[in-house]
């Protein structure tokens, strides 16, 4: 003989809330992600309408005041660093979180990282930014002094500027999330006099280039 189940009321009341409660919580989940997916769709169309230029840089004014070696491979070095930071969108302002100026020569890195302190900047607004870039004792490559010298006869040297930090974006209200940017500027330096009794000066609006 076969045994017949039957379900009790009040088993079958806690079958009912058990489906009503997995009901209320589909719908919470469809609901909040239909927002999410509202609010990601708002901002996109907000950045593709702005589409945000990247902000530019130009080298105002660069001065070497101490380039030369300690040792065989240990550099000394102490250069004056000025640029001009713009940001060229009529409706998205920027915050610079981070920014790390540097320079360089032939590929080696000639000062410490030096760090400007963060600031916002508004629409199509401009900012001078300077630096004191310095090295003490930093190792370079045994062939520094030979490139140095080789440029001295050329009567001029290049020198690398450059920027290294995080930005993010501002429209209205809304603020994006951290951007790493990349700048670099070419200096001209031209030989004058000879260092460390007279600096290398370079006054000139040169363009970098900025990566984002």
């Known amino acids: 003989m076969s045994q017949i189940h039957v379900k009790s009321p009040k088993h079958c009341a806690k079958q009912g809330l058990a489906v009503d409660k997995f009901k209320f919580n589909k719908k919470l989940f469809y609901t909040f992600s239909t927002f999410l997916l509202s609010i990601s769709a708002l901002i996109f169309l907000v950045w593709l309408v702005l589409h945000p230029s990247k902000p530019q840089f130009s080298l105002k004014e660069a001065d070497i005041y101490q380039l030369n070696l300690s040792g065989p491979h240990l550099l000394n070095s102490s250069i004056q660093v000025t640029l001009l930071s713009n940001n060229p969108n009529q409706k998205v302002g920027i915050y610079y979180d981070i920014l790390q100026v540097y320079a360089s020569y032939k590929g080696q890195q000639i000062t410490l990282d030096t760090t400007l302190p963060p600031f916002y900047q508004g629409h199509e607004e401009s900012n001078l930014l300077s630096a004191a870039l310095v090295g003490n004792g930093l190792p370079v490559a045994p062939s520094f002094g030979y490139e140095v010298g ?16 995080r930005l993010r974006w501002r429209v209205g209200t ?4 951290r951007y790493r940017f990349n700048v ?21 609006g040169t363009q970098c280039s900025t990566t984002l």
């Open 150 to 165: 080789r440029d001295r006869t050329v009567g001029n040297m290049l020198i690398s500027l450059k920027v290294n930090g």
């Open 184 to 204: 670099n500027c070419i200096a001209i330096m031209p030989f004058g006099s000879p260092l460390p009794t007279g600096p290398l000066s370079t006054k000139q």
């Open 174 to 177: 809304w603020v994006s999330g």
